[in-house]
């Protein structure tokens, strides 16, 4: 039997998701590239609608992990993600692509809410840095589907913590946020949320 606090938030995350690919279809009506954006996957990362993404994560990532990239988390996504599934309301995204007739993992975000839910932090995000139509644009579809989210829960605000490029944020309108609740640990960027 499925626990109603579980299903309930993971019917926001689906209707987040929804959202960003409708988003994406209006744009690639506009853009006309369609390649870029063809086939995209919105799922859970432990949904099975396009592949085991835990797997592909420990497995393909890393071959393409380098010095002009990075080369991975310390913690593997696996810890991240069974750390968070006590948490229903838990953020997490996996962003799959057909590419040349196969399944490719092309990114994974994984973030919480505050206790209060007025702030959704962003804590991992992660894209895949071997070859795919998405490339380096997969941040657009990760920072929309959370905001979705964090509208939908009623969040005031969506944080990154510790991003590691913060001029690819800001171009989304992330800025410097100092977090009143925290003293050490973490640089954080923030977004206010509009009203739904």
């Not at 744009?27 to 799922?43: A, K, M, Y």
């Not at 593997?76 to 006590?86: A, C």
């Amino acid at each position: 039997m499925v626990d109603a606090t579980f299903a309930y938030y993971y019917a926001l995350q689906n209707i987040a998701r929804r959202r960003t690919a409708e988003r994406i279809n209006r744009r690639v009506l506009r853009s006309g590239d369609i390649q870029r954006w063809d086939n995209l996957t919105l799922c859970s990362i432990l949904g099975r609608e396009a592949g085991d993404a835990l797997k592909y994560a420990e497995e393909v990532w890393p071959k393409y992990y380098n010095d002009q990239t990075h080369h991975g988390f310390a913690t593997k996504w696996r810890d991240l993600v069974y750390r968070s599934m006590n948490d229903p309301d838990h953020f997490n995204l996996a962003i799959w692509q057909k590419v040349e007739g196969e399944q490719c993992l092309v990114a994974l975000a994984l973030g919480s809410p505050s206790n209060a839910r007025t702030l959704l932090t962003l804590k991992w995000i992660e894209r895949f840095f071997g070859h795919n139509y998405l490339a380096g644009r997969a941040l657009w579809p990760i920072l929309s589907c959370a905001e979705d989210y964090a509208r939908l829960l009623g969040c005031e605000r969506v944080l990154i913590k510790d991003p590691v490029d913060p001029r690819k944020y800001q171009r989304y309108g992330y800025a410097v946020y100092r977090h009143p609740g925290v003293r050490f640990g973490g640089v954080y960027l923030g977004k206010e949320m509009a009203n739904v």
